[in-house]
């Protein structure tokens, strides 16, 4: 599944989540989640996380634009997190990472408002959907340009704001 997706940094979450909920956008998860960062020796890199009550193993491949950030994705659900986390490191995969932010994120149709907070870091969201065009239009509808976007990874909304 291909995934376009741009930030809006430094935002204010109540007014943003009032619009939203504004256009009748549906809150579908509200909790803490905890990643860990794998990569092999080919540099193939798996992200593996605790979401709520799943945990789900993903592996991204990065088609960056200059405007948007579009990835290959594939997400499966494991049953059993340490066990699999095992796996992962009998199969040659080494943990370069851990992350834990806490997430709001509403559903609209093909559009998903991630609302994110890392420790330390304002809140932004992550405005995601399977085309451009609805993608542009729904970042007007919150009010900004495509100039006001970014397309950090998360290493780079860290470095940005100097906490790493």
């Known amino acids: 599944m291909n995934e376009l997706e741009v930030k809006i940094l430094k935002i ?3 007014a943003m989540i009032a619009k939203v909920e504004s256009f009748w956008a ?3 998860f509200d909790d ?3 990643a860990d960062f794998y990569k092999n020796a080919d540099g193939k890199k798996l992200r593996f996380r605790k979401y ?3 945990n789900i193993l993903t592996y991204k491949e990065k088609i960056q634009t200059e405007t948007l950030m579009e990835n290959l994705e594939y997400e499966v659900v494991i049953d059993d997190y340490e066990t699999f986390e095992k796996m992962l490191v009998a199969l040659w995969f080494v943990k370069y990472g851990h992350s ?3 997430r709001t994120v509403y559903k609209l149709g ?3 408002f991630d609302f ?6 304002p809140w932004f969201v992550e405005v995601e959907s399977d085309n451009e065009q609805d993608l542009v ?3 007007a509808l919150l009010g900004y340009t495509m100039n006001d976007t970014h397309t950090l990874t998360e290493s780079q909304v860290k470095k940005h704001y100097g906490v790493e």
């Open 110 to 112: 093909n559009i998903v």
């Open 12 to 14: 204010d979450k109540d």
């Open 32 to 34: 803490t989640i905890v």
């Open 52 to 54: 709520g009550a799943e």
């Open 26 to 28: 549906q809150k579908i």
């Open 137 to 139: 239009k729904w970042v």
């Open 100 to 102: 834990s932010k806490h």
């Open 116 to 121: 994110d907070k890392y420790e330390n870091i």
